[in-house]
Nanobody
Framework: QVQLVESGGGSVQAGGSLRLSCAAS????????MGWFRQAPGQEREFVAA????????WYADSVRGRFTISSDNAKSTVYLQMNSLKPEDTAIYYC??????????????????WGQGTQVTVSQ
């Protein structure tokens, strides 16, 4: 089993920054992808960013590219999401997730195997 615990959410004004963390523990896998998703009230959960196990490859949704940066520290089993130039439309619950079965990045939430509990991000005007 894998446990994912997010932290770092909060409230910020538009234009501000936050850094989310996702600490992983439990079972390890030889190959996996870590992703960040978000879900706003009344909306479907959407892909935000993903990173390969090595950290050498990253992917972003068009809506956050250039503003958000995903990174990892494998020694700490932690994935980060640095969010800059935040907008009110970034307001959502942010979840980290692990995909243990794919050999390529996937962006649909149902394709991920393990999920954290989520952390709230609120951006005000």
């Amino acid at each position: 089993q894998v446990q994912l615990v997010e932290s770092g959410g909060g409230s910020v004004q538009a234009g501000g920054s936050l850094r989310l963390s996702c600490a992983a523990s439990g079972r390890t896998f030889s190959n996996y992808f870590m992703g960040w998703f978000r879900q706003a009230p009344g909306q479907e959960r959407e892909f935000v960013a993903a990173i390969s196990r090595s950290g050498g490859s990253t992917w972003y949704a068009d809506s956050v590219r250039g503003r958000f940066t995903i990174s990892s520290d494998n020694a700490k089993s932690t994935v980060y999401l640095q969010m800059n130039s935040l907008k009110p439309e970034d307001t959502a619950i942010y979840y980290c997730a692990l995909d243990r079965t794919s050999r390529t990045v996937r962006i649909r939430s149902y394709e991920y195997d393990y999920w954290g509990q989520g952390t709230q991000v609120t951006v005000s005007q």
